[in-house]
């Protein structure tokens, strides 16, 4: 019989230790494989994290082969949230128009897996996972940044102008960069854009988001410590068709 691959065991942590294999294999992807940092990263240790982990639910995916985490997910429910005071990509934009809506909110982030599971079924099941997060706390709209390698918006000017033109969050749930660090993606002319270039330069994850009918807030975010230019993406569950819940929850 042909080898089907690795299995997977989704939870989230429930332990310091769980939560350092998570911030281990952050530091892993994030400082060492992309060069960012943080005023709390401990290089000493090898772990990324930040003032927000305890606050937040960690989805981590085990390799059942090795008992090695090899994928997480970050996830702050919109009552935790409220415990803190803020969500984490407050700092970048104002989420006013999600916070005032009235309906159950999701923050995502720091989401990685480890090279070697990359292209593999490890984020399916992460998805498997939090679809299933998702339907046990009733949550309506997902959200969080994601973020394309490098601050030089000059050569991000394709992808960033693509989710402008194409992907644009509608009004009532258009989060805005916020205005001392606001980025303009309309770098390109909707007539100028070259959308196969453009996809190829787009991050999977961002792609993910989109193929299930994601959109993208007004405005970037160049995030100097982490290497990175951040987009905002936004999911509403309502808005999803057949097909999109079919991929999402995993069918």
């Not at 001392?180 to 390109?188: A, E, K, P, R």
């Not at 270039?197 to 988001?209: G, N």
Request: charged content about 25%; proline content about 4%; overall charge negative.
């Amino acid at each position: 019989m042909p080898d089907a691959g690795p299995s997977f065991t989704i939870r989230l942590a429930d332990s310091a230790e769980d939560l350092r294999a998570a911030q281990r294999l952050r530091y892993d992807v994030f400082v060492r494989e992309l060069g960012g940092g943080g005023e709390m990263v401990d290089h000493d240790a090898g772990l990324e994290q930040d003032k927000f982990d305890p606050y937040f639910d960690h989805m981590l995916a085990y390799d059942d082969t090795t008992g090695e985490v090899v994928g997480v997910y970050r996830l702050l429910p919109g009552d935790r949230a409220a415990e803190l005071g803020q969500y984490y990509s407050e700092d970048e934009y104002d989420l006013t128009v999600l916070k005032q809506s009235g309906r159950k909110l999701l923050e995502l982030g720091r989401s990685c897996l480890h090279p070697d599971y990359r292209g593999g079924t490890a984020m399916y099941h992460l998805w498997n996972g939090l679809a299933g997060y998702v339907a046990e706390r009733q949550i309506e709209i997902l959200f969080g940044v994601a973020s394309f390698h490098g601050t030089d918006v000059t050569e991000l000017a394709q992808p960033l102008s693509m989710l402008h033109h194409n992907h644009l969050a509608p009004s009532d749930l258009r989060v805005r960069a916020q205005p001392d660090v606001f980025q303009s993606m309309n770098l390109v002319e909707p007539e100028a854009l070259d959308r196969r270039a453009a996809m190829i330069q787009v991050p999977a994850l961002i792609k993910a988001y989109l193929r299930l009918g994601g959109f993208v807030g007004k405005g970037a975010f160049i995030d100097q410590a982490f290497n990175t230019t951040d987009v905002c993406l936004i999911l509403d569950t309502a808005r999803m068709n057949d097909r999109q819940k079919r991929i999402y929850g995993g069918a």
